[in-house]
T-cell receptor, first 115, second 112 residues
């Protein structure tokens, strides 16, 4: 079964440094999501793309976070500067289309530790 | 607005016993409901989903869930727990706005 690819799996960075995560969704999936999952919590949506356009970034801390999906395929999430509170698992997911009952397919995530 | 509440952050069952993980939702429009499972250091995997129609939904690995509109519930069950079922389980709701909202999760431990 096709998978959502994410890299790196683990990242340790010092506060105030920049960090970037990469995601390659399942081929043909137009909708891409970035979620943040704090330890012991459920995933929370950061940003949603439909093709190359941002559909929802209302929960993205735009002073330090940015996301792009230039060609409507793979995507990059960046944090600059990183803060201690950013330590979490960052999950990418994709779906064939947005809305209704189209299920999300998740990657294995990037676990970020900020020291 | 929509929300989901999972009752019990940690549930322990004996191997072979019934698994029951509770989920209640709140939604102003008819919801779509999902259960996902997450193994340590992995992403989430879809177990089952409710859209419309039959209220008893069967998923993978022997799990099933029943949508009860009157109780705004979507509890997850499995008749007999296996050691491999030990994981964290997330209930999620989507209604109207297309944004999937997750509960805080229930960690299932299976005792041999």
């Amino acid at each position: 079964e096709a998978e959502v690819a994410q890299s790196p799996r683990y990242k340790i960075t010092e506060k105030s440094q920049a960090v970037a995560f990469w995601c390659d969704p399942i081929s043909g999936h137009a909708t891409l999501y970035w979620y943040r999952q704090i330890l012991g919590q459920g995933p929370e949506l950061l940003v949603q793309f439909q093709d190359e356009s941002v559909v929802d970034d209302s929960q993205l801390p735009k002073d330090r976070f940015s996301a792009e999906r230039l060609k409507g395929v793979d995507s990059t999430l960046k944090i600059q500067p990183a803060e201690l509170g950013d330590s979490a698992m960052y999950l990418c997911a994709s779906s064939y289309r947005q809305g209704d009952n189209s299920p999300l397919h998740f990657g294995n995530g990037t676990r970020l530790t900020v020291t | 607005a929509q929300s989901v509440t999972q009752l019990g952050s940690h549930v322990s069952v004996s191997e072979g016993a019934l698994v029951l993980l509770r989920c209640n939702y709140s939604s102003s429009v008819p919801p779509y409901l999902f259960w996902y499972v997450q193994y340590p250091n992995q992403g989430l995997q879809l177990l089952l989903k409710y859209t419309t129609g039959a209220t008893l939904v069967k998923g993978i690995n022997g799990f099933e869930a029943e949508f009860k509109k009157s109780e705004t519930s979507f509890h997850l069950t499995k008749p007999s727990a296996h050691m491999s079922d030990a994981a964290e389980y997330f209930c999620a709701v989507r209604a109207g706005s297309y944004q999937l909202t997750f509960g805080k999760g229930t960690k299932l431990s299976v005792i041999p």
